[in-house]
């Protein structure tokens, strides 16, 4: 008797099945939207160095999120500027550290020195070249930038890495 029950059952189960589709999405939309979200979400995250390499918009909302891009692998550290005389002559001096931050090997860019005066516009500025063309993982190396008479209007100096477009500026 007990084998008609699971025959039929199975029957059943069966002529279901093939009614309502091989398988049923068994979570609700509210519970899929979540999901999907979610999904969209560790993509963003996880992957926003791609995303701004690919839209470099973006970058200033990862920023705005508090979360850092380094698409380049390459930070400075221990940065320190002072100003040297050597007879009589005034020279800015920037040093400091260029890390590889990430696993692999990096080609490591010139490094572009700007004077600016109080309202932050660029005074005056200069390339570098980096004390390596490439930088192991996880490693730092040391640069070392000079300028003699520097602008008397300087206030500060900024640092980064020369990127495509100031050589596109540059050739204008």
Known sequence: RDRDD??????RFSRRRTKH???????????TAILTLLIVDAVLVGWRKDIVRILPQTASLYSAMGLQ??????????VV???E???????????GNIVNDTGADVAVPR??????????????????????????????A????RLASPPPDGRDVLIR?????????DTR
């Open 81 to 83: 500027t002072g100003i």
């Open 161 to 169: 890495f020369l990127n495509r477009r100031d050589i596109v500026a």
């Open 111 to 140: 490094v572009k020195v700007e004077v600016r005066n109080a309202a932050k516009q660029e005074v005056y500025a200069w390339t570098v070249a980096p004390p390596q063309a490439r930088l192991p993982a996880y490693q730092a």
């Open 6 to 11: 699971i025959e039929s059952f199975a029957a």
């Open 21 to 31: 589709g091989a398988r049923q999405w068994s979570l609700s939309r509210l519970q």
């Open 69 to 78: 891009v380094n698409v380049r692998g390459l930070s400075f550290d221990k």
């Open 142 to 145: 040391s640069f070392r930038a």
């Open 85 to 95: 005389v050597h007879e009589g002559v005034p020279i800015l001096v920037v040093q």
